[in-house]
């Protein structure tokens, strides 16, 4: 175990390495290294029992990070995507992949049954790939989170169906459906005391004592204690780390908690990815190549047009749908042991198998290259007349708006932003990706609209054209660039100010437009090195003087910087 566990952390470090480089997704890297090391490849690492339990414990890790999160009032208001657009995707996209499967010479029983698993689709790759996108709380991502949540209850059900049907179980399927919800309902409950009676004392009596090990060990033990647990209910360990996050989503531990676990998240769920990757026998590709692609392109289209239309006729506009659909066309990793599972109980063909396997480990390789070109194939796809109507309605309300400040995300730093300038009876209009956010600012604020700031016909609606000042407050630079250049080809004249973390791309920014840059890092750093010099006695004016210059130099004295041990991540 040693070695195989050396020989793929070398491979990895080496292939992820280059994918960067090539600006390639790191998750596509780990499903290579899974391909070339496996047994079915090179045979430099050979089927293991400990891989598959740390690679599961990957998934266990994300989904806890990702149940952080999502607290339970916005779960609350997931609801009807989760039980509604979930439960429909399921049974419709199950339904027609099994009369696809009997069409290939499957049995009615089995094919409906790996239908139903041919339906889910990857949570590990789709919620990894939004996180890194900043899009877990756009609608589409949104859409795609609430379906997953739903899907992995029904990964549990239909494991728990295989020996049934396949008559190795003596309980029938209508009494294991109702005995998996209330396993599921009974954890619920149970995660729910702890994480209000008894986990708030833990955290406060380890705070307290000020130790970073034991915070990190009481991280652990909580995501290991909810997975282990789920399992020995029979359900999907994954749900359990889940609804354990979503739980602690509301604690003031919550940013700590994420930052402790997410080192192990990362290299865990790598090899996640790369025993999924050691599953596919290359060998098929070159004889059934072009019968496997037409498999996974079938699986692509069945999948994303079901989800596209369910979201449409839910009330969606045709971007959100599509995206949407894009994002859950790909087969999922519960796939993989349902198909293995039911080939131990022969209930279906090993060569059929192979080739799904094949099939949907081409779905998961290309989603990452989906969601990253959804917003272009959406755009294609259709030309959003809901979308064009709400950019009415926006651009309705603003009309009569002149000399305004237009502010783009609206985070922390806008909200603030805009409190100063409402304090001071200066208009301003905001826009920012989140719904959740835009629908709690909308209470108290008709000026905060929702949208993706990089689009010109979003900053026209919102009068680009008429504003005094524009403030790009994301707090992702390459958005904020793509921002920048929009709004110059839209209005030469405007100022723009930047918010940026740190110098980096201080340069490019000003090259691109920007009037003003202010890097986060830099300016705190100077706001404290000021109050340092008045608190040693120096005359204020002089204080003030030095900082002004600095600034006039662009931060040039700030520029510059030693790395530490503790500034990997930066």
């Not at 339970?72 to 049974?91: D, N, P, T, Y």
């Not at 029983?109 to 239908?115: S, V, Y």
């Not at 009415?392 to 932003?417: D, F, K, P, T």
């Not at 929702?450 to 005094?468: F, M, P």
Request: hydrophobic fraction near 50%; charged fraction near 15%.
């Amino acid at each position: 175990m040693f070695v195989s566990l050396l020989i793929i952390l070398v491979s990895s470090l080496v292939v992820i390495s280059l994918f960067r480089r090539l600006r390639l997704p790191p998750v596509l890297g780990y499903l290579c290294v899974g391909l070339i090391v496996g047994p079915k490849a090179f045979g430099w690492v050979n089927e293991s029992e400990a891989l598959p339990l740390l690679a599961e414990l990957g998934v266990v890790f994300l989904l806890f990070s990702l149940g952080l999160e999502f607290s339970l009032s916005k779960m609350i208001a997931l609801r009807r995507v989760v039980f509604g657009l979930g439960s429909l995707q399921v049974l419709i996209s199950a339904v027609l992949l099994g009369a696809v499967l009997m069409l290939l010479g499957m049995p009615a029983t089995p094919a409906f049954l790996l239908g139903g698993g041919l339906a889910l689709s990857s949570t590990a790759i789709v919620s990894k790939e939004l996180g890194s996108l900043g899009e877990i709380f756009s609608s589409h991502g949104q859409n795609a989170i609430g379906v997953l949540l739903f899907q992995d209850v029904v990964a549990v059900l239909l494991l728990t169906l295989v020996p049934v049907f396949a008559g190795t179980s003596d309980q029938v399927w209508y009494w294991a459906l109702p005995v998996t919800l209330g396993k599921t309902v009974a954890l619920f409950v149970g995660l729910s005391l702890a994480s209000r009676w008894l986990l708030p004392h833990l955290f406060h009596e380890v705070a307290a004592a000020r130790s970073a090990e034991l915070f990190v060990l009481l991280a652990l033990v909580i995501v290991l204690l909810a997975a282990g647990l789920t399992h020995l209910l029979g359900l999907s360990p994954a749900l359990g780390a889940f609804l354990a996050g979503m739980l602690l989503g509301e604690s003031h531990y919550r940013h700590q908690i994420e930052a402790d676990i997410r080192p192990f998240r990362d290299i865990l769920l790598g090899i996640f990815f790369i025993s999924i990757g050691m599953l596919i026998d290359l060998r098929l590709f070159a004889s059934h190549g072009l019968l496997i692609l037409g498999l996974a392109l079938g699986l692509l289209l069945i999948k994303g047009c079901v989800v596209a239309l369910l979201v449409k006729w839910r009330g969606s506009d045709n971007e959100t749908a599509w995206r949407s659909g894009l994002a859950l066309a790909q087969g999922g990793e519960f796939c993989f042991a349902l198909m293995a599972q039911m080939q131990q109980n022969k209930m279906m063909p090993a060569d059929l198998g192979g080739l799904l396997l094949a099939a949907t480990f081409c779905s998961m390789v290309v989603t990452p290259s989906l969601l990253r070109a959804a917003p272009r194939i959406a755009a294609r796809l259709h030309r959003k007349p809901n979308e064009e109507a709400k950019l009415e309605e926006i651009s309705a309300l603003n009309a009569g708006v002149q000399g305004h400040v237009v502010i783009c995300g609206y985070g922390r730093v806008g909200q603030s932003i805009g409190r100063v300038l409402r304090n001071n009876h200066q208009p301003y209009i905001a826009l920012d990706n989140d719904p959740v956010r835009v629908q709690e600012a909308a209470v108290d604020e008709s000026c905060v609209h929702y949208g993706d700031s990089h689009r010109g016909e979003l900053l026209v609606a919102v009068g680009l054209e008429r504003a005094k000042l524009l403030v790009i407050a994301v707090d992702q630079t390459d958005i904020a660039l793509t921002i920048l250049k929009e709004a110059r080809q839209l209005n030469s004249s405007v100022p723009i100010l930047v918010r940026t973390r740190d110098d980096s791309q201080l340069v490019e920014l000003k090259a691109a437009g920007a009037s003003e840059v202010v890097p986060e890092l830099l300016e705190s750093s100077l706001m404290l090195a000021s109050h340092a010099l008045i608190m040693l006695g120096f005359p204020a004016h002089q204080v003030q003087d030095r900082v002004d210059q600095v600034r006039q130099d662009r931060y040039r004295l700030l520029h510059g910087f030693y790395p530490g041990a503790e500034d990997a991540e930066s």
